[in-house]
């Protein structure tokens, strides 16, 4: 056993009989300093969080090559024609809060001597680390596909180009095209993000009267979020245009053929016009190569505050976070990040901290003015973070119970991103 794997074992079986602690932070002339890995919806909240609320005590630099952020959040409305690019695109206004924002990428975490190095060689020193890199998608996972074919059956499941392309392959598409969604199984980034998809692109065909086009959705899994209201919404919105196959249906998916785009499951082969693929997923690489992760390729976390399980000094929060019954979403990326920036204050600056409460709630889009929510409160127990209140849109909800909750959604798009990005 080499001496590294020695050490993430010991703190691996201490953190398990909740001996593992917090380190006390050693005080020199300098102010302590807290690097965030990450600028999406956990990382750039932390980031802004600790140095607004510390007012100067604490030093945060955000490690994030981009200097503009699109949101896979709303990226579905962007492809259903619902908004336009510039409206899911935020550049970071962290700045005028004393946050550093270094635009490279981070390659490398040093848990013994505490320190960061960026694809430029550059070190950076930390007395907590904050990784919050979201999700790698697993290529290898669907039989056929891979980096190179995601340029012809895309994923779109990353901001940025992928998005662009998805849209501009749904918007050429002819009247009685056949699309096939090829859906991921569980955990994964956005529990209800594939069936707002298929519900934006059914929203596309149908305004544009493809009355003789389809789309297939070969899922892994044999139930989904807010299932009963997207299927009673598809009926209603969309007659005989969605059609998803659970695996008693389709038997399994064997491969799909980006050359012939052709998908093979057990039960037939699918020659479609548009194939999107969103595949298994796992933690940032980041996280991976520093060793937080476990056997499920997510990292383990203490429920009571996001901190990881393998390392007392850094926190793992968002996507790449094993968060109990919190699903990965950016309004739980959000509530977490809070979390942190409490704890993190507390460790660094002498804060009050108090015990910790979640909250997430994700909205999915049907057709305009009928928008579903599943959602709840969260708290740790027993060793999980754990549902303590839940709610979600029912079958047969009126008109206005959905329009306004489209007008939620909306405002609380509006709200979140001023909230994370300044």
Not at 42 to 49: D, E, I, L, P, R
Not at 227 to 233: C, I, K, L, P, V
Not at 278 to 296: D, F, H, S, W
Request: contains cysteine; proline residues 6%.
């Amino acid at each position: 056993m080499t001496e590294l794997t020695r050490r993430r074992f010991t703190a691996g079986a201490l953190a398990a009989t909740g001996i593992l602690a917090a380190p006390a932070v050693a005080r020199g002339k300098g102010k302590p300093r807290l690097v965030v890995i990450g600028g999406g919806p956990a990382g750039a909240t932390v980031a802004k969080y600790v140095a607004k609320d510390s007012q100067g005590a604490i030093d945060v630099t955000m490690v994030e090559p981009l200097a503009s952020f699109t949101t896979c959040f709303h990226s579905n409305l962007f492809l259903g024609g619902f908004k336009g690019w510039e409206q899911i695109t935020h550049p970071y206004k962290l700045a005028s809060y004393g946050v550093t924002h270094v635009r490279q990428m981070a390659t490398g975490i040093d848990r013994d001597k505490r320190e960061v190095t960026l694809a430029d060689g550059t070190k950076l020193a930390y007395d907590r680390l904050v990784v919050a890199p979201g999700i790698d998608l697993k290529f290898d996972s669907v039989p056929g596909w891979s980096e190179a074919a995601a340029e012809v059956m895309p994923h779109a499941w990353k901001p940025g180009p992928q998005m662009q392309l998805l849209k501009a392959q749904l918007d050429a598409l002819e009247d009685g095209a056949t699309i096939v969604m090829v859906a991921p199984p569980n955990p994964y980034r956005c529990p209800p993000g594939p069936y707002e998809r298929a519900s934006c692109m059914a929203h596309v065909l149908k305004a544009k009267g493809h009355t003789q086009s389809r789309i297939v959705i070969i899922d892994p899994k044999d139930r989904f979020s807010k299932m009963a209201a997207f299927q009673e919404g598809w009926q209603k919105h969309y007659p005989g245009m969605i059609e998803w196959m659970d695996p008693k249906m389709h038997g399994g998916l064997k491969s799909v053929d980006p050359a012939a785009m052709t998908v093979t499951t057990d039960l037939e082969t699918i020659k479609a016009d548009l194939v999107n693929v969103i595949p298994a997923q796992m933690a940032g690489r980041i996280a991976r190569e520093a060793g937080l992760v476990n056997e499920t390729g997510y990292c383990p976390i203490d429920a009571t505050n996001m901190r990881s399980k393998l390392d007392p000094n850094i926190y793992v929060l968002g996507d790449a976070a094993i968060a109990g019954a919190m699903p990965k979403s950016a309004f739980a990326a959000n509530s977490q990040a809070k979390v942190v920036a409490m704890m993190v204050r507390g460790e660094l600056a002498g804060a009050r901290t108090f015990p910790a409460r979640y909250a997430n709630t994700c909205w999915s889009v049907i057709e305009t003015d009928d928008t579903i929510k599943v959602g709840g409160r969260y708290e740790a127990k027993d060793g999980a973070i754990a549902e303590v209140e839940g709610f979600v849109s029912k079958p047969g909800e009126d008109a206005a119970t959905r329009r306004q909750t489209s007008e939620e959604n909306i405002g609380w798009y509006s709200g979140i991103t001023a909230d994370i990005f300044g």
